[in-house]
Structures are given as structure tokens and as C-alpha cells.
């Protein structure tokens, strides 16, 4: 079943990799690479699930995570943060901003291949909790 995606990166080759992935699994994908655009393109069309940088012009992942939870349309989107920012607090804040789940680059393809598709298999079955990071519940 192909499910709408949106990556939000601002690097061109983590773009280039991420949109091969999902289009070789089958899903519809777009593209934002800033905040603000991000923002922009969950106003027009609510993806299933948005692959989230951290670091990114005009509008940090953080804030865009935050107006994603408030947003009560866009609650049963999953979301995925992507980044660098590998330690503990990072992680922890950016769960706390309501990620679903929490990537650190470099990554490996099928880890976040796996990740993705749990997530959408949880969106498929109409769960709409929030799972707990790395409960290996699929």
C-alpha cells in the first residue's frame, strides 16, 4: 500500500537517498527543505508520515515537530526525526517534541527503511498511540 511521505532535509544527498528509498518501496513523496516550508506542504496535503531533520534553515525540526502535535489535523501523522545530534538529551528532546521514533545520521538505509515501515504498519492498522522508542513493537 503506498503511503505519503514527506521529507524535510536540507542536504541534498540525504534528499537524494531518502526520496530513492521511498520511491522504490512504493510511496508517494514530496519534498521540503526548511521549516517553513515543511509547514507549508502539511497545510496543503496531510502526509502519513514525515522524515524530519533537525537542523534546518528558518525553522528548526524541533518547532515543526511541536506545531505538527498541536495541530489536532495533523495528529495521526508519525513522525521521525533525523539527525546528527546523537546524544541522550537530544534524543530525549526530541521525543518529548513528539517524535515517534529518532534516526541518527549517518544511518543506515535498512534501519531506517525498518523504522519507516513499522511506523506505517502501526498507521494502517489505525493506531494512533505513539510507541515507545525502540520497543521493537511492529
Keep these: 500500500m503506498a503511503h505519503s511521505i514527506l521529507i524535510v532535509e536540507d542536504e541534498p544527498n ?3 537517498l531518502l526520496t ?7 510511496h508517494k513523496v514530496r519534498i521540503a527543505r526548511d521549516g517553513d516550508a515543511a509547514l507549508r506542504n502539511l497545510q496543503a ?9 533537525v537542523m534546518l534553515p528558518r525553522r528548526d525540526g524541533l518547532e515543526v515537530c511541536r506545531a505538527i502535535r498541536e495541530n489536532p489535523a495533523w495528529q495521526a501523522i508519525r513522525v521521525i526525526m533525523l539527525t546528527a545530534k546523537g546524544r541522550d538529551l537530544d534524543r530525549r528532546k526530541g521525543m518529548e517534541m513528539g517524535a515517534d521514533a529518532y ?3 549517518p544511518f543506515a538505509t535498512q534501519e531506517i527503511l525498518q523504522c519507516i515501515e513499522s511506523l506505517l504498519a502501526q498507521t494502517r492498522e489505525g493506531d494512533s498511540s505513539t510507541p515507545e522508542q525502540g520497543d521493537g513493537n511492529a
Design 14 to 16: 540525504i534528499v537524494e
Design 103 to 105: 534516526v541518527i545520521k
Design 45 to 53: 496535503e496531510v502526509p502519513d508520515l514525515v522524515l524530519l531533520d
Design 20 to 26: 530513492f528509498l521511498m520511491k522504490r518501496a512504493g
